[in-house]
Nanobody, 125 residues
Framework: QVQLVESGGGLVQAGGSLRLSCAAS????????MAWFRQAPGKEREFVAA????????YSSNSVEGRFTISRDNVKNTVYLQMNSLKPEDTAVYSC??????????????????WGQGTQVTVSS
């Protein structure tokens, strides 16, 4: 079992920055894929970014490419999402997710078997 705890959400003005953290516990993450998803009110859960723990390959959705960066700290067993140039449309609950099974696809949320509780990010205009 993997436990995930997010932190770092909050209220920020458009153009500002936030860094989300996702602390993992329960087991080592070698071979895992870690991801961030977000869900705005009335919308479906949306893939934001992912990182393969072994090797560090990263992926980002087109909507955040160039503004958001996902990274990991092997020692702290933590994944980060650095969010810059935030826009009001980035407002959502951001959730961290993990999966142990390798797949060439990254974005389907159904492939992830561990989830954090989510953290609210609100961007004011």
């Amino acid at each position: 079992q993997v436990q995930l705890v997010e932190s770092g959400g909050g209220l920020v003005q458009a153009g500002g920055s936030l860094r989300l953290s996702c602390a993992a516990s329960g087991r080592t993450l070698n071979g895992y894929t870690m991801a961030w998803f977000r869900q705005a009110p009335g919308k479906e859960r949306e893939f934001v970014a992912a990182i393969r723990w072994s090797g560090g390959t990263t992926y980002s959705s087109n909507s955040v490419e160039g503004r958001f960066t996902i990274s990991r700290d092997n020692v702290k067993n933590t994944v980060y999402l650095q969010m810059n140039s935030l826009k009001p449309e980035d407002t959502a609950v951001y959730s961290c997710a993990a999966r142990s099974v390798w797949s060439a696809t990254i974005s389907p949320p159904g492939q992830y078997n561990y989830w954090g509780q989510g953290t609210q990010v609100t961007v004011s205009s």
